[in-house]
């Protein structure tokens, strides 16, 4: 499919807004790739599609993922949000037909991150981060930090990540404590 197929997608599965959003982390995206010498081509289509499943009703993913042998842990189920990522890269190869495990892996960890997360699945997360449409308190600190040091950025946005759910009495994924965890141990040396 071409860039402007995907868009057409997402403009028909998604509000208005959050398409605009999808479009923003993929402009983002490029930006952050170009930068840090990911593949633009890569992190635009992993930017487009990144949130395709978003606004799906959680039963529905719940269900998808179970159609296709996915196992669920239960702090997706208790965190449904999560959901989203693991559907939209299952969508991104099942309707799309994206085929580049790279593209799979940015879209699948770009909520969560992992341990060992490769560039382009980086430079989604923070594309996500810090797209134009975010506002929360200390974004343009996030946007800075991005220019400056992907990895420095990834860290910072794990410990966001972790410190807002934490307060909120919400449930961490165990792949954002790894990957935090990695990071700090790495600070630490």
Known sequence: ??????????????????AQHSFNVAEEAVRLAKQYGADPQRAEVAGLLHDYMKETPAKQ???????????????????????????GALMAREHFGVTDSAVLDAIRYHTTG????????KV????????????FPGVEE?????????????FRGLTF???DL??????????TLRAYNEYACAAAK
């Open 1 to 18: 499919m071409t860039i402007e197929q995907y868009k057409a997608e997402i403009q028909q599965q998604l509000s208005p807004a959050r």
């Open 61 to 87: 993913q719940l269900q998808l993922l179970a159609q296709f042998g996915i196992i669920v842990q239960e702090t997706e189920r208790c965190a449904p949000k999560l959901l989203h990522a693991m559907t």
């Open 114 to 121: 992992r341990a060992g997360m490769t560039l382009l699945e």
């Open 124 to 135: 989604i997360y923070i594309a996500d981060f810090v797209s134009a449409d975010r506002t």
């Open 142 to 154: 996030l946007r800075a930090c991005a220019h400056r040091s992907l990895d420095e950025a990834v």
């Open 161 to 163: 990540t972790i410190s």
């Open 166 to 175: 934490a307060s909120g009495s919400h449930p961490i994924h165990e792949d």
